[in-house]
């Protein structure tokens, strides 16, 4: 019998942020301070927990979004903003930001991939644009 990472080996999926614990963003210093915010509040998680980087990288999206200026004046300009904006986080990949210009939620448009080498994730070769599904018109 094969041990998961034997049988996950190989495995591709899509990355849009900087992955903790891939050697290129070793000395990357917003792979740093997660790492020194996720030993403070949370040093029993796993340094791949991919959940806890999302979430903190989201908080912070958040926190930047909301001190656009104008941002908190109502939610209506909240969006006008947003929309007019592009939003570079730290803990992107190089040459991906938020772009929420189009109809939609999803606000990313490009995505490395990634493939696992039975340690870790590894992303590799060039950015591919992302598909969006169109908005639905009744």
Avoid at 31 to 40: A, D, G, P, V
Avoid at 92 to 97: F, N, Q, S, T
Wanted: charged share 25%.
């Amino acid at each position: 019998s094969q041990g998961s990472e034997e049988i996950t080996k190989g495995t591709i999926s899509s990355f849009f942020l900087k992955v903790p614990g891939d050697p290129q963003w070793d000395k990357d210093p917003a792979i740093k301070q997660y790492l020194e915010w996720k030993e403070k509040f949370f040093p029993q998680a796993s340094e791949g927990d991919f959940m806890l980087l999302l979430g903190y990288h989201s908080a912070q999206s958040l926190v930047k979004a909301l001190s656009l200026p104008g941002a908190l004046v109502s939610r209506e300009e909240f969006v006008k903003v947003l929309r007019q904006t592009k939003l570079k986080m730290d803990l992107l990949l190089p040459g991906i930001e938020y772009d929420f210009s189009q109809e939609g939620i999803f606000g990313l448009r490009r995505v490395s991939l990634g493939r696992y080498d039975g340690q870790s994730w590894k992303t590799e070769g060039d950015l591919r644009d992302v598909m969006l599904p169109q908005p639905v018109r009744p």
